[in-house]
């Protein structure tokens, strides 16, 4: 198993552009999240996903689009990209049921990044 | 609404020493907590969650719902174990399985 994937790995935008930052699973995970990482600010939740069709928004939904049509594929879209989008972002998933789940909890695997600059 | 809080942005010690990273949580279900850790150049990966009372590389976290707490620590602290730390909450009673909610991070460094 790959896990969580992200592409790519650093990603250099000027305001106003718009870009597509790609996750994919290979674990048949219903559950997908994006955070965004920022030094004194820990993760914050963009937007999540309970399976395929369904989306919702988190903490810091504003300037991000996202949309599910498989449930490998979670992509995080910036419309118009501003330096307050500077960050690194992260794509994670899990089980979303707790049987799935081996009746335990909801242990979330993380990709390995985005690092994004927008100038 | 749940929140984390974790006081400590930077924390260090010697190797050996005890080493206790705070946890706090305000939450009004029953609470369901991680720690997620992050190796340099490693991705984010789980420790220890509190429902199965382990020991994961020599650390432990107990829930304190009392005090709100869930504190990580470790008695005897390696070099190895430097790296930034996330106390997490998610919310088990509810429909947004695996939704979490991370603390601000401390970065934990073990000098020689």
């Keep these: ?119 | 609404a749940q929140r984390v809080t974790q006081p400590e942005k930077l924390l260090s010690v010697f190797k050996g020493a005890p080493v206790e990273l705070k946890c706090n949580y305000s939450y009004s279900g029953s609470p369901e907590l991680f720690w997620y850790v992050q190796y340099s150049r490693q991705r984010l990966q789980l420790l220890l969650r509190h429902i199965s009372r382990e020991s994961i590389k020599g650390f432990t976290a107990d829930l304190n719902k009392g005090e709100t707490s869930f504190h990580l620590k470790k008695p005897f602290a390696q070099e190895e174990d430097s790296a930034m730390y996330y106390c997490a909450l998610n919310n088990s009673g509810g429909t947004s399985y695996g939704k979490l909610t991370f603390g601000q991070g401390t970065i934990l460094t073990v000098h020689p």
């Design chain 1, 1 to 119: 198993n790959a896990g969580v994937t992200q592409t790519p790995k650093f990603q250099v935008l000027k305001t106003g552009q718009s870009m597509t930052l790609q996750c994919a699973q290979d674990m048949n995970h219903e559950y997908m999240s994006w955070y965004r990482q920022d030094p004194g600010m820990g993760l914050r939740l963009i937007h999540y996903s309970v399976g395929a069709g369904i989306t919702d928004q988190g903490e810091v939904p504003n300037g991000y689009n996202v949309s599910r049509s498989t449930t490998e594929d979670f992509p995080l879209r910036l419309l118009s990209a501003a330096p307050s989008q500077t960050s690194v972002y992260f794509c994670a998933s899990s089980y979303s049921t707790w049987a799935l789940a081996g009746g335990g909890s909801y242990e979330q695997y993380f990709g390995p990044g985005t690092r994004l600059t927008v100038t």
